[in-house]
């Protein structure tokens, strides 16, 4: 089953316009992670972000978690029609276990 | 240095056959999970294989089975294939001691007619 829910299921914005997708789950984590999936392809990691850090940047990619909310946010600043893609989340419940997916966010960054 | 690659990239099978797929963890690695993913849903955990055993196991039946060998590669067996096997179905590696990030590869796409 899933650990929880991304939100929303789908984003449309212009190319330059910042993204933002939104995860929850519902366990106690050790980490967690977004990849990208293009197409129906193999997923890419973008950042994992371990249970004791609230904010991590990558480039133009910024991610927040809150464990007392069970949530975490990724932002993709100044975004490009190149990041229209799929966005997973997916936790870590103990270091070198399964990952636990969402149901993924589809963004689609018009050009 | 190689990522992970996986055989063969699409397959056409019939109900009732039995498939094996293939995975080569990225270089250095020594533990590969295994996921399916249906159209339009997230992956889902199958299982994980470290020092060639099943270390961990998903919610599915026993129809689906693996192996992992010495060189840490990795096969993904499924006997009497149900339509509601068809699916991507993808091979992360990763390094027991690394601490969380899964290298995954381009996915095996299976049909099942």
């Known amino acids: 089953s899933q650990q929880g829910e991304e939100d929303p299921q789908a984003l449309s914005i212009q190319e330059g316009e910042n993204a933002t997708m939104n995860c929850s789950y519902k366990t106690s984590i050790n980490n967690l992670q977004w990849y990208r999936q293009n197409s129906g392809r193999g997923l890419v990691h973008l950042i994992l972000i371990r249970s004791n850090e609230r904010e991590k940047h990558s480039g133009r990619l910024r991610v927040t978690l809150d464990t007392s909310k069970k949530s975490s946010s990724l932002l993709i600043t100044a975004s490009r029609a190149a990041d229209t893609a799929s966005y997973f989340c997916a936790t870590e419940e103990t270091s070198g276990s399964r990952l636990t997916f969402g149901e993924g966010t589809q963004l689609t960054v018009n050009p | 240095d190689a990522g992970v690659t996986q055989s063969p990239t699409h397959l056409i099978k019939t109900r009732g056959q039995q498939v094996t797929l293939r995975c080569s963890p990225k270089?250095?690695?020594?533990?590969v999970s295994w996921y399916q993913q249906a159209l339009g849903q997230g992956p889902q955990f199958i299982f994980q294989?470290?020092?060639?055993?099943?270390?961990q196991r998903g919610n599915f039946p026993d129809r689906f089975s693996g192996h992992q060998f010495p060189n840490y590669s990795s096969e993904l067996n499924v006997n009497a294939l149900l339509l509601g096997d068809s699916a991507l179905y993808l091979c992360?590696?990763?390094?027991?001691?690394?601490?969380?990030?899964?290298?995954f590869g381009p996915g095996t796409r299976l049909t099942v007619l």
């Open positions: 270089s250095g690695h020594d533990t």
């Open positions: 992360a590696s990763s390094l027991e001691t690394s601490g969380g990030e899964q290298f």
């Open positions: 294989y470290y020092e060639e055993e099943e270390r």
